[in-house]
């Protein structure tokens, strides 16, 4: 009997030690032939530029035909199954009418043919095949294990076509590169520069790591710890290598580094692991992926950008385990592009900052570090989007197109010319922003917006003090939670959130009480539901949990002690029973810590506005909190009903959709009428044609990562509020979104800030 989940449960256990995407496609093959006991398994994939179908991986034909043997959609048995997208299964193979016979496969002995096409959210992947020669049909049990392997095969295969191009398989190392090869991926960093590419690659990749047992614990915890030290000794270094080159404000980046590298779980997780008999690379990784993992599943995507950085480090802990020191710097003199699948802010270090030009990075986002780095040189960065082939990219001439987020290789001269003025006209628009730091957020007709940050970590403290931020609009009191093996204990609690209020004093520090749930789960208090989402979150979570919940307070309560600088934000409110609820546990702590001797305010309280019964019962929620702050990327999510994080509707998550500003209107009106001062966090209030209208709502305070300050400022500081709020009387009788951003975004281009949102528009 077949099994093809089993099939599939071998090939995902298996595919974890492989390196690369070809190794895991020949392992697919492997296992489907030898399940099947057929003759021969192949998997062909569409290539995207050409439409083409190129074998690229068999188990029973000439493996010299992989690489060679390619087809256009309609042509052949493959072609025709891919072009009518249905099963084909014949027990004579070539008196099919579509049969071509390719000499290279050597597939004149198989009679029998049975084909399913690969598909993933109705685009075509490509299609596997199995062949035998005996001229019989395949059976109806052997057509449902090939339809079933496709079907589950499609979701991983379609993010590999995404992040590998087909042609990396194909055999052409030695092509020439053809004129404006063309990458395109995400908005890492604006600008526009031109280089001779430079291929940054690892040869240690620590996810590549199998899992091995060690006969020498000791001798596994002396290696570990040694290469542990030599990464800590090669950051130090490389972060006076950038001194005089990055603002302070950046160069704590490195110090983000450094503190994952300090962070004593991660080693003692580690060592815990080499303990239980496997070696210091096995337990490196398995720290790496747990820890990654928890910053990975946030829907937050600052926070999701956490898990590279970890990644980076660990990759860089493993070389120094297989002896690669990292190397002293490496020698350019001409203007370079770093090009790789995963560049950490160490790689950077390595070159001479003069003749760093542009980093394009395969993995990550704008969020990432790498981006944020590149900001801060005030070069261009396009991150994601998927693989490169380096044979057919390094040392050639490149330009980038950070606000497109496009590459083009071997560009043709006039497309060089054209990019070169760009460039030029976007240096004289980026050199005021750093002038703006000490400058207020106010229009010119005098409508002042406080710009606070964003924050959930201690390290992040000083890029937002750096920036002129006027407080913290956000503090994520989840991720310490989510950073330690078990609850963290109050008087932990209090040293963490003691810094973050220290920083910014006397300006505020909301601080969002534990907001776990959804895609935030702890590792050690773990729980599934059919739609997270919609379930056990945010405040209900606390309030089911009030030995948690009331400890928390108290520790937030003391760390404010003598600096009363503290607000506290309540996640996911949706019953006014709620906030009663919580407003109990608030005066059971204060009257706990004051009978104690502590004297402690009652800070003031704010709900989050991210679900539309709060936006419904404003009125009445006003009457049991001083504060409200719109969460933009969960209230965008429950208005629309999309989950932005799933591919299949993620294009319909939009915060200019006319049902999302009309309702944040609405929300900023009602709080008005009731004197309730009304804040808006999130990626929204980092949206340059986004900002016109939260000022033209009147909106007073905007809540934003650290590094997007400046842009927002920028908008404030240029559109008067009377003109916004002319173009918000106008954008909120519009149904359409996409009119909206042409109205918005031609609006930035006529007041000067077109710089904001594309090249040359200054």
């Given at each position: 009997m077949l099994e093809p989940l089993k099939t599939l449960r071998e090939i995902f256990q298996d595919a974890a030690d492989l390196k690369a995407a070809k190794d895991l496609l020949e392992l697919i093959v492997e296992r489907v032939q030898q399940s099947m006991t057929a003759d021969v398994c192949s998997i062909y994939l569409l290539e995207p530029e050409s439409s083409e179908l190129a074998l690229v991986a068999t188990r029973g034909l000439d493996q010299v035909s992989v690489g060679q043997v390619t087809l256009r959609v309609g042509e052949g048995l493959v072609g025709y199954i891919a072009q009518h997208q249905s099963l084909l299964n014949v027990d004579n193979a070539s008196e099919h009418p579509s049969f071509k016979y390719f000499p290279e496969t050597r597939e004149e002995r198989y009679s029998a043919f049975l084909g399913v096409p690969i598909i993933s959210f109705r685009k075509l992947i490509g299609v596997i095949t199995?062949?035998?020669?005996?001229?019989?049909?395949?059976?109806?049990?052997?057509?449902?294990?090939?339809?079933?392997?496709?079907?589950?095969?499609?979701?991983?295969?379609s993010q590999w076509v995404h992040a590998e191009d087909v042609k990396t398989f194909l055999a052409q190392p030695d092509v020439p590169i053809q004129s404006n090869l063309k990458f395109q991926g995400v908005k890492g960093a604006t600008g526009m520069a031109i280089g001779r590419v430079r291929w940054m690659h690892s040869a240690y990749e620590l996810a590549s790591v199998p899992d091995r047992l060690a006969l020498d614990s000791g001798y596994e915890l002396e290696k570990f710890n040694r290469a542990l030290n030599l990464a800590k000794e090669e950051l130090h270094n490389s972060g006076r290598r950038m001194e005089g080159t990055l603002p302070k404000d950046v160069l704590a980046l490195f110090s983000v580094y450094k503190m994952i590298l300090e962070d004593r779980e991660l080693s003692s997780e580690t060592e815990q692991f080499i303990r239980e008999g496997w070696s210091a690379a096995t337990a490196l990784r398995k720290t790496v992926e747990a820890h990654a993992r928890i910053f990975a599943k946030m829907d937050d995507p600052y926070l999701q950008a956490k898990a590279d950085d970890i990644r980076h480090i660990g990759n860089r802990v493993y070389a120094n385990m297989q002896g690669d020191d990292g190397g002293d710097g490496l020698q350019v003199n001409e203007p370079t592009i770093l090009v790789g699948k995963d560049i950490s802010i160490t790689d950077i270090a390595q070159f001479p900052p003069k003749f760093l030009a542009g980093i394009v990075c395969s993995s990550g986002s704008s969020l990432s570090h790498i981006a944020i780095l590149a900001n801060a040189l005030g070069i261009p960065a396009v991150m994601g989007g998927g693989g490169i082939n380096p044979s057919q990219i390094d040392h050639a001439e490149a330009v980038i197109d950070g606000y497109r987020a496009v590459v083009v290789f071997n560009p043709v001269p006039n497309l060089r010319k054209e990019y070169r003025r760009l460039a030029r006209q976007e240096a004289k628009f980026i050199k005021g922003l750093d002038e703006?730091?000490?400058?207020?957020?106010?229009?010119?007709?005098?409508?002042?917006?406080?710009?606070?940050?964003?924050?959930?970590?201690?390290?992040?403290?000083?890029?937002?003090?750096?920036?002129?931020?006027?407080?913290?609009?956000?503090y994520r009191s989840e991720i310490p939670f989510m950073l330690h093996e078990s609850f963290p204990s109050e008087d932990e609690q209090v040293h963490i959130y003691r810094k973050i209020l220290e920083a910014y004093a006397p300006n505020p520090v909301h601080m969002r009480t534990l907001d776990i749930g959804g895609d935030k789960n702890l590792p050690y208090f773990s729980f599934s539901e059919e739609n997270p989402f919609l379930g056990w979150r945010g405040i209900r979570f606390t309030l089911d949990n009030t030995s948690i919940f009331l400890s928390q307070i108290r520790a937030m309560l003391r760390a404010s002690e003598g600096l009363d600088n503290l607000k506290i934000l309540l996640p996911m409110v949706s019953h006014l029973d709620e906030l009663k609820a919580f407003h109990g546990l608030l005066e059971e702590a204060v009257s706990q810590l004051r009978s104690a001797g502590i004297k402690v305010q009652r800070p003031p309280v704010g709900a989050m506005i991210e679900v539309p019964s709060a936006m419904v019962m404003l009125r009445d929620i006003a009457k049991l909190v001083d504060f409200v702050s719109i969460g933009s990327n969960d209230f965008t999510q429950y208005i629309l009903a999309v989950d932005r994080n799933n591919p299949k509707v993620s294009d319909l998550y939009n915060w200019l959709n006319p049902a999302v500003i009309r309702s944040i209107g609405h929300v900023v009106q009602s709080a008005q009428k009731y004197n309730l001062p009304v804040s808006l966090c999130g990626e929204m209030a980092a949206d340059p044609a986004a900002v016109i209208l939260l000022l033209g709502m009147g909106v007073e305070m905007l809540s934003l990562s650290a590094y997007n300050l400046p842009k927002t400022k920028l908008v404030i500081r240029t559109m008067t509020h009377e003109r916004a709020a002319e173009l918000w009387t106008k954008v909120k009788r519009k149904s359409d979104e996409h009119r909206i951003r042409r109205l918005l975004e031609s609006e930035l281009d006529r007041v000067g800030l077109g710089g904001l949102i594309r090249a040359g528009a200054a």
């Open positions: 199995v062949q035998k020669e005996d001229a019989s049909y395949f059976s109806d049990e052997q057509e449902a294990f090939v339809i079933t392997i496709a079907a589950q095969l499609a979701g991983p295969l703006l730091r000490e400058l207020p957020a106010e229009t010119p007709d005098g409508f002042r917006i406080k710009l606070y940050a964003n924050t959930g970590l201690v390290a992040d403290i000083s890029p937002g003090l750096l920036r002129g931020a006027e407080g913290v609009g956000l």
